[in-house]
């Protein structure tokens, strides 16, 4: 069901007017698959097959820490604790794989935060699974826990088979999980966070730089990582702050490092500098109106929780559209702060953001000829629906 809107702002009236979408990306990539959001609210900016199942890569990563942010942050571990290196995690991940990795040596201990700097700079698979093994006994067990996280932070198709992303058969993930993975790690872990912008690491006399290539590009980028497989090819989870607006985005589908690190620039720089955030409602401003089905009045306004924001275009307002959603007519008696339906905000073909939408009003039940009146407007034009 489609239904007007009250816009508040007169500039916006014709756009949030317009029940169809445009068929249109704002933007364009090479990328296969992308996803971006605005770190302050969520709102999508821009997607692109977003939730075709790909081999994470060293992007699995992500979800390795999370873990152990986790588990630190809950009081189960401390930085300061320490975890002995395998030969497992030394073969598998560690000088003799050719793999990334942080030259951990065989059976030395280590301190979970040098573990830590060395996954998120290096991208270490040794320090992933000597964190595994540490922590839950064997990879495979900490892998699990990866996947069974991953559902309760709200991400259906992630799944897990390692620590480190390298390759194996039925791990997966989408670009929308994994920035939406790493919106939760900024937001949620402020006090380790930062690790991800370090410039370089050193261990084992090594040093190495940060392996996130925006870092180096002057773009204000302080996260996540990059990711590269034989499958999904050049990938990588950037972030850039300007001005105040922050963007995350995800890519995978890339030809090579430098096509990923140039299509993740334009991503990331377009993003922060093409929107202005602006409010349409206020809190407790009427957006609009449903329908009731036998109620004491045809109709019943609705409002959200709080004051509504949008993203508009800046150079493209037209390309911003708007329509209220809901399953209706809504069936009489209706109670104020009922939910009700939604307010649907697309940029170009991409569904930017929902915002709930509640009864703000009670609506009793009708009279008797009020109710029959609606029975047979129901009956004559509901199967139109």
């Given at each position: 069901?489609?239904?007007r809107?009250?816009?508040?702002?007169?500039?916006?009236?014709?756009?949030?007017?317009?029940?169809?979408?445009?068929?249109?990306?704002?933007?364009?990539?090479?990328?296969?698959?992308?996803?971006?959001?605005?770190?302050?609210?969520?709102?999508?900016?821009?997607?692109?097959?977003?939730?075709?199942?790909?081999?994470?890569?060293?992007?699995?990563?992500l979800?390795?820490?999370?873990?152990?942010?986790?588990?630190?942050?809950?009081?189960?571990?401390?930085?300061?604790?320490?975890?002995?290196?395998?030969?497992?995690?030394?073969?598998?991940?560690?000088?003799?794989?050719?793999?990334?990795?942080?030259?951990?040596?065989?059976?030395?201990?280590?301190?979970?935060?040098?573990?830590?700097?060395?996954?998120?700079?290096?991208?270490?698979?040794?320090?992933?699974?000597?964190?595994?093994?540490?922590?839950?006994?064997?990879?495979?067990?900490?892998?699990?826990?990866?996947?069974?996280?991953?559902?309760?932070?709200?991400?259906?198709?992630?799944?897990?088979?390692?620590?480190?992303?390298?390759?194996?058969?039925?791990?997966?993930?989408?670009?929308?999980?994994?920035?939406?993975l790493?919106?939760?790690?900024?937001?949620?872990?402020?006090?380790?966070?930062?690790?991800?912008?370090?410039?370089?690491?050193?261990?084992?006399?090594?040093?190495?730089?940060?392996?996130?290539?925006?870092?180096?590009?002057?773009?204000?980028?302080?996260?996540?990582?990059?990711?590269?497989?034989?499958?999904?090819?050049?990938?990588?989870?950037?972030?850039?702050?300007?001005?105040?607006?922050?963007?995350?985005?995800?890519?995978?589908?890339?030809?090579?490092?430098?096509?990923?690190?140039?299509?993740?620039?334009?991503?990331?720089?377009?993003?922060?500098?093409?929107?202005?955030?602006?409010?349409?409602?206020?809190?407790?401003e009427?957006?609009?109106?449903?329908?009731?089905?036998?109620?004491?009045?045809?109709?019943?306004?609705?409002?959200?929780?709080?004051?509504?924001?949008?993203?508009?275009?800046?150079?493209?307002?037209?390309?911003?559209?708007?329509?209220?959603?809901?399953?209706?007519?809504?069936?009489?008696?209706?109670?104020?702060?009922?939910?009700?339906?939604?307010?649907?905000?697309?940029?170009?073909d991409?569904?930017?953001?929902?915002?709930?939408?509640?009864?703000?009003?009670?609506?009793?039940?009708?009279?008797?000829?009020?109710?029959?009146?609606?029975?047979?407007?129901?009956l004559?034009?509901?199967?139109l629906?």
């Amino acid at each position: 069901m489609q239904l007007r809107l009250f816009p508040p702002l007169a500039g916006l009236c014709l756009l949030l007017l317009s029940l169809i979408p445009a068929n249109a990306q704002l933007f364009e990539t090479k990328a296969a698959q992308a996803f971006m959001i605005d770190a302050d609210t969520g709102t999508v900016l821009f997607a692109k097959d977003a939730d075709k199942p790909i081999p994470p890569a060293s992007m699995a990563k992500l979800m390795t820490m999370e873990v152990v942010f986790n588990a630190i942050k809950s009081g189960r571990m401390t930085l300061d604790d320490t975890f002995v290196v395998s030969e497992n995690a030394w073969r598998t991940g560690g000088a003799p794989s050719g793999t990334s990795t942080m030259f951990a040596k065989l059976k030395s201990a280590v301190r979970v935060e040098d573990l830590i700097q060395g996954v998120t700079v290096q991208a270490a698979n040794d320090g992933c699974i000597v964190l595994a093994e540490g922590m839950a006994g064997s990879e495979a067990n900490f892998a699990a826990q990866m996947t069974e996280r991953a559902r309760q932070l709200g991400l259906p198709k992630s799944t897990f088979v390692n620590s480190t992303g390298l390759p194996a058969d039925g791990q997966q993930t989408t670009v929308r999980e994994l920035a939406q993975l790493a919106l939760h790690l900024w937001r949620d872990y402020p006090d380790f966070y930062h690790y991800y912008g370090q410039a370089d690491f050193t261990w084992n006399k090594i040093t190495q730089r940060n392996r996130n290539p925006l870092l180096a590009m002057g773009i204000e980028a302080d996260g996540f990582v990059a990711g590269t497989s034989e499958a999904a090819g050049f990938g990588i989870v950037g972030t850039v702050s300007h001005n105040g607006t922050r963007v995350i985005a995800a890519m995978s589908g890339l030809a090579s490092d430098r096509e990923r690190s140039e299509e993740a620039r334009k991503l990331l720089d377009w993003g922060v500098r093409s929107f202005q955030k602006t409010e349409i409602f206020a809190k407790d401003e009427v957006v609009g109106e449903a329908q009731v089905f036998g109620g004491a009045k045809s109709g019943v306004a609705l409002k959200a929780k709080g004051p509504i924001d949008i993203f508009l275009p800046i150079a493209n307002r037209d390309k911003l559209t708007a329509k209220i959603v809901y399953d209706g007519p809504v069936s009489a008696p209706v109670e104020e702060g009922q939910p009700v339906g939604k307010l649907r905000v697309w940029i170009g073909d991409t569904l930017s953001q929902e915002t709930p939408l509640f009864a703000a009003e009670t609506v009793g039940v009708g009279t008797l000829p009020q109710r029959a009146l609606d029975a047979a407007k129901e009956l004559a034009v509901g199967w139109l629906r």
